[in-house]
């Protein structure tokens, strides 16, 4: 009995560790979906463009500072105040380092070697060196005179025999790459026309046209859930055209009045110009992007779109060929 009892209680520590991670997990995984992710920006534009903000999660825990300023971008990953950029250029370093001290004994280790070698080698070979410069001298004039008088008389029966050859084998060569050029001209104008056609019938599909409309349904509301609670600034701006100044201010009155932004503009009908500062504050949860994402993944638009798509592969593969 006494041993049932204690196997009995490994067994219920056993689950009580379990149930604690499996709550740890839960616990983290709702934290990560629906505590928001907060965003702050601020911006100016006067002589350069200078943007500083930072991305931060639960108080801070994970914090990633953005700057960017004179077109460079500088950014830091901090997880619980630890840098993880530094953590990166420390392994970075210490492995550079190892690797360069283990090639070095290497290269010392080999170049001893292959010293030692190449002395062995030039000793012996230097008293070979003399006794068959004298043989190797006299064998070459021989062979030189016998192969001067053959050369000479058999040069002018090959040049006349090899020009002819090399003439008749242009002359064929020359047809039949004008006929395989032909041929694959026309192919690959049969394959355009086919293509096209193809292109054609996709774009004017229904199952294009649904996806469209409930793709712009879903941004619509992204963009709900994503804009920032706070947009404050002053911006002046000015394309040196007052027509086309006009146009534009219009149009950024009508999206300032959708969103509701707090921004004072100053249109500029005479010069060309865009400065201003704005402040950006606002907060995004991972829960929304991940229903919209199973939203579109489950939607009969999404898989008639993805046949549509499949069957248009299959088609071009299997056309001109």
Known sequence: MTVLLIIGKVLLKIIEILLILLLLVILTACAVLFIPVRYDFDMSLYDNTDIHGRISWFFRIANIPVSYAENKLEYRIKVFGVDYNKIKNFWVHFIKHSNNDKTLEMMEVSDIDEKEDNDEENNSNIEEKYSDRQRAEEQKSEKQRSEEHSISNNETDRTGKSSKKKKRKKLKISVSEIRKKIRNFFNTIKQLLYRTSI????????????????????????????KPKRFNGDIRFGTGDPCSTGELLGVISAVWGFWGFDVNITPDFEEKVLEGSIKVKGTIRISTLLIIFIKTMISDEWKNFTGLVNNMKKSIKSGVH
């Open 199 to 226: 292109l054609k019938e996709f774009l004017k599909s229904e199952e294009l046209s649904c996806m469209v409309c409930f793709a712009k349904d879903n941004m619509i509301h992204l963009l709900k859930r994503i």
